[in-house]
């Protein structure tokens, strides 16, 4: 591991007096970090983000799961959403992405992969402004690449517009990249001219418009943005993102269970070695 300062914060985590202390994160014996909000114990897994033609590894997802021995724990977000206040909420997705991040730097893999950390609709509203701030102050501290960071922006209603690109604005001058969703190819253009994302991600379950997606493709390869494809869940669906990249001469980026299972561990550097 070459970041110092985390090995020494994650040092003071594992030492028994603070696992006694209120603290809302600590490790456990195989150093892996836990979380604690409200009642409910979380950790990190992490889902691979792959190239399409190589299968290699290029980045991670970070997920919040409820702790469980088998890494398939239930969602946090599903269990809290609908009861925290904004204010918890905030709290609660800063906490995820402190962990994430803790959790990811720590292992030796780590060197060669992005991190790619969900920010959630509530954040966007809630946070007055100068949003990743925060976030970028806990980075700094423990001396780690923010360069290495995307955040994930939640999808939004056209009357958020204004909003995305404000909280879009606040992100890059803090360093970070980001990341936007597009439900249709109309939409990935548009965000493309008016936002100027790092990522975009389209869902493979409704990549249909083969032609279409691969204008998007050929559109933000121009602008040096990637385009991820999530939930790429069986053969059918990687069949159709290979045909789309054909059309398109770019390949994507992949992610979903036909690749890999989100997992504490990073990913091997193939899919080949994965399975």
Do not use: K
Request: proline letters at 5%; charged letters at 20%.
């Amino acid at each position: 591991m070459s970041f110092p300062i985390l090995q020494q914060y994650l040092a003071r985590l594992a030492d028994p007096a603070e696992a006694r202390s209120p603290s809302s994160l600590w490790l456990d014996a195989a150093g892996r970090a836990h979380g604690r909000f409200f009642n409910c114990t979380m950790t990190s897994v992490f889902h691979p983000i792959r190239e399409l033609d190589s299968g290699s590894a290029v980045a991670c997802e970070g997920l919040a799961r409820g702790l469980s021995a088998e890494d398939e724990g239930l969602s946090l977000w599903r269990l809290l959403e609908n009861a925290a206040s904004d204010d918890e909420s905030v709290e609660l997705d800063r906490l995820c992405r402190m962990l994430h991040a803790i959790n990811f730097f720590r292992q030796p893999d780590c060197e060669r992969l992005d991190l790619h950390l969900n920010v959630h609709g509530r954040l966007l509203s809630a946070v007055s402004s100068n949003h990743g701030h925060a976030f970028r102050r806990i980075l700094d501290a423990l001396e780690l690449p923010v360069a290495r960071i995307v955040l994930q922006l939640p999808p939004t209603t056209p009357q958020q517009n204004w909003l995305l690109g404000y909280v879009a604005d606040n992100y890059r001058r803090n360093g970070f990249r980001f990341a936007v969703h597009a439900g249709s190819v109309q939409e990935g253009l548009a965000l493309l001219e008016r936002v100027r994302p790092d990522v975009i991600r389209c869902d493979a379950r409704t990549a249909r418009d083969w032609q279409g997606l691969a204008r998007l493709l050929s559109a933000a390869a121009g602008r040096d943005t990637r385009i991820v494809f999530h939930h790429a869940e069986g053969a059918a669906a990687l069949g159709g993102l290979h045909a789309i990249a054909e059309l398109a001469g770019v390949q994507p980026l992949a992610q979903g269970h036909a690749l890999d299972l989100p997992r504490a561990a990073l990913p091997a550097q193939s899919v080949r070695e994965a399975a």
